[in-house]
Nanobody
């Protein structure tokens, strides 16, 4: 099955930037839906950004204009460029990939911690 490994998280000051990467391996064929989710302490996991076929994108309202989602098919890698980071962005960020938007049948990474200090 598909394996996903996130990287790029860390500790940054407010206003800084981070670039998250998600490398897919294993059975990577027919991955039609890819997205980034995040979960803050005491909160439910929520969608941050997703990438559709044809490179159409969708973003959480609070990150629009600050985050960019993209992919490099040759490297089997999904990216999340995060600029102008705010303390409210602090969370564990997870990569999702699957044949559909039914996240119960797709694959998840183990997450990477992003901490933004004020």
């Amino acid at each position: 099955q598909v394996r996903l490994v996130e990287s790029g998280g860390g500790l940054v000051q407010a206003g800084g930037s981070l670039r998250l990467s998600c490398v897919a391996s294993g059975s990577i064929f027919n991955i039609n839906s890819m997205a980034w989710y995040r979960q803050a302490p005491g909160k439910q996991r929520g969608l941050v950004a997703r990438l559709f076929s044809g490179d159409r994108t969708d973003f959480l309202d609070s990150v629009k204009g600050r985050f960019t989602i993209s992919r490099d098919n040759a490297k089997n890698t999904l990216y999340l460029q995060m600029n102008s980071l705010k303390p409210e962005d602090t969370a564990v960020y997870y990569c999702y990939a699957g044949p559909t938007w039914n996240t119960n049948i797709g694959s998840w990474g183990q997450g990477t911690q992003v901490t933004v200090s004020s």
